[in-house]
């Protein structure tokens, strides 16, 4: 594949470079376990797991009147963070990165992840210097990225046109859709390959395809 026409890359996070997605079934399915629900399969998740997280919940069966999604939210979140060290990063990575940034590339992240968090994850991975800046929420609800991939074109002033974004999720096409620069989609993290294609993006297996 070939990025020579993108300057900029902007980065997912969790799907994209942190293999989490096995990881988040498990932890969700501690609270579905909880609550006597049914338990929630890799497959399921990839067909269901949607932004805001809240409508993906809601799509589990938690019920809201019962207890509110920042309760239920907040309790997965501290399954999640409770051993995070555990997720690595996808294969080839490191090598992913370092060609490109070698490339001239200048690249960024955007998550839903806690902003602090995510800055503190990144550096636990070793692959901080690897980027211009990182930016993520300021909450731990991923309620979605818009507002701040819009902060991130104007502080790091960025060319849209020479912009590429790659993510895992149909939210990561639709953040693409809004700025108006082009998506990589790859097919290992939160959403299934079907999902992706029907999106008409570019869609990959692994990340090793970017600089073969």
Known sequence: MNLYKYKYIIWDWNGTLLNDAAYCVACMNILLSERKMPALSKERYQDIFSFPVEDYYAKLGFDFMKESFDEVGHAFMDLYFKDLQSCQLFPDVEDVLKALKNDGKEQFILSAMEQNA???????????????????????????????????????????????????????????????????????????????????????????????
């Open 118 to 212: 995510l800055q503190q994850v990144l550096k636990e991975k070793g692959i901080m210097p690897y980027f211009m800046s990182v930016y993520g929420i300021d909450n731990h609800l991923a309620a979605g990225k818009y507002d701040r991939a819009r902060q991130m074109i104007e502080l790091g002033d960025i060319d849209i046109k020479r912009t590429v974004m790659i993510g895992d999720t149909l939210h990561d096409k639709e953040v693409a859709d809004a700025l108006g620069c082009d998506c990589i989609l790859v097919a290992n993290g939160h959403n299934s390959l079907k999902r992706l294609e029907e999106t008409r993006s570019m869609v990959i297996n692994d990340l090793k395809e970017l600089i073969e």
